[in-house]
C-alpha cells in the first residue's frame, strides 16, 4: 500500500501544481481558443479525455499525448479545445443539474460491481483489499469527529460519511472503474450508485432502493447530508463555528477581498521550492506488447487471461502495478528471479491481490500469464 500511497500523493501534487500553472497559462493566453495543429488530433466520441484522440506513432500509445516538450523548464501548454472543455465540464450538483437522462437498478448493478470494482473495492464494497472501503460503519461513527483516526473516528464510507449522493454518481463516471474511467454509460452509472447506495442501507422515503432515475434520485437525503460540522463543546458550538466560516475576514486574505488579478506587492501566496525541471515528464510513449498474428500472440489463452483478470491494473502504471510494456521495471522485477515473481503473483504483494483477485485461476494459469507479460515487456 506505500507504494499506492505515495503514487496517489505525488499524483495529487502534481495536479495541484498542474492546476496552478494552467490557470495562470490560460489568464496569459488569447480568449479564442488557439487551433489545433493539423494532424495532431481528431475529435472522437470513444477518446479517454472525451473529445480527442492522439497520433499513435511507431506502435506507441498514450492516454494523453506523448510528451514531446523539453523536459527542462516548465512548458504551460496550448489552451483546451472547446471540446476537451466541454468533456470535463459537466459537473453533477446536490440539486440535480448535470443528472443525465436513464435509470438503472440495484441489480444490475450488483453484476457490474462484481465484474469492474470488487477485484479492488472487495465484496459487497466491504474493502480488505488496500483500496478503499465503500460499504459499512454507521451515522453514530460521525459523533466524535475530533477524534484521531482509530476506533472512535468517523468510518469514512459513502453511507457514514458522503454528505451527497451527487458526487457519488459524478465519481462513478468521472473515476472509476479506475482503469477505464468515463466509460460508464448513464445507465449504468444509475445502476451503480443505485447498488452502492442500497449496500450502504441509504433508503428514499423511507423505502429501499431499487431503481434511480433523474427524479427519484433528487429525494435522496444521505444519512450525513447535516453532519459535516465539527462537534465542537458547548451548546452554542456549531451554531458559532457556522458564523465562524460564513465570515471570509476569519480565513484567507486579511482585507476579507478575494483577489485573482494585480494583487499588490505582497503575492498572495510564495511557491517555497520552484520546479525548474520534470524528469522524467509526466507522459511517456510506451511499446505496446508486440502483435504477432502469425504466431496467434494476441489471442494466446494467456492473453486473453490478461486483458480479463489483470489489464485493469497492470494496462498503465496508475495503479503503481508494474505496467506491461514498461522495460525497465519489469527488468528490475525479475532481478528477483522468476520463482519469486511468480510466488508474488499467486500470492498477492502490497496492493496486488493473490491472483490478481482472480482466485479461479490455476497456480500453472497464473505463471503462464506472467510469462505473457514478462515477454511483453523485454
Ligand atoms: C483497479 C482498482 C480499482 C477498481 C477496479 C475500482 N476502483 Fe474505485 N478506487 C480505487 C482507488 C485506488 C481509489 C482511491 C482513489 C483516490 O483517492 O484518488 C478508489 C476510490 C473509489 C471511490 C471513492 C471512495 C472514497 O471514499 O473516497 C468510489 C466511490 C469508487 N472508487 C467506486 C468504484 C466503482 C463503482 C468501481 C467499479 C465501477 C471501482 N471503484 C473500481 C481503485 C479501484
Ligand atoms: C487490483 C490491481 C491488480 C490486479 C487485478 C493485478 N495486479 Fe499484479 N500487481 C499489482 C500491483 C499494485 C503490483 C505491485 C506490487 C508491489 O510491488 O508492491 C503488482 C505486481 C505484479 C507482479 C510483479 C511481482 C513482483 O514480484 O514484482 C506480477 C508478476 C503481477 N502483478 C502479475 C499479475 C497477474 C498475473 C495478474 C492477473 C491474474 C495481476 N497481476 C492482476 C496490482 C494488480
Redesign the pocket.
Known sequence: MIKLNNK?IALGASIVASALLTTSAFAAAPSKTEAAPAGIYKATKNALDGGVTYKREKGSYTAYRVNEQSTKGINFGRAPTPNELKAWDADIMPDGTGLPEGSGTAEEGSE??DK??A???GEFGAGGKG??T?TGGSIESLKNQRTCPGKDAPN?T?GSYWPQAST?IW??RDA????HPKSYTPNQMYA?TAY?LAENGVKIDGEDITELNKDNFKKIVMPNRDGFYPNIDGPKGVENVKAFYKDPKNFGAITGTRCMTNCGKEPVAKIANEITAVVPPYTTARDLPKEDASKGAASSPAAKAYEKSCA??HKTDA?GAPAVGAKAVWAKAMEKGMDKVNHNAINGIGGMPPKGGAMNLSDDEVKDIVKYMVESSK
Request: hydrophobic share 50%.
Open positions: 496517489l457490474l460491481y469492474d470494482c477485484v479492488c473495492h483500496y478503499p465503500l469514512r459513502i457519488l465519481y462513478i472509476m472503474p479506475y482503469a451503480m452502492l485493469v491494473c495503479m
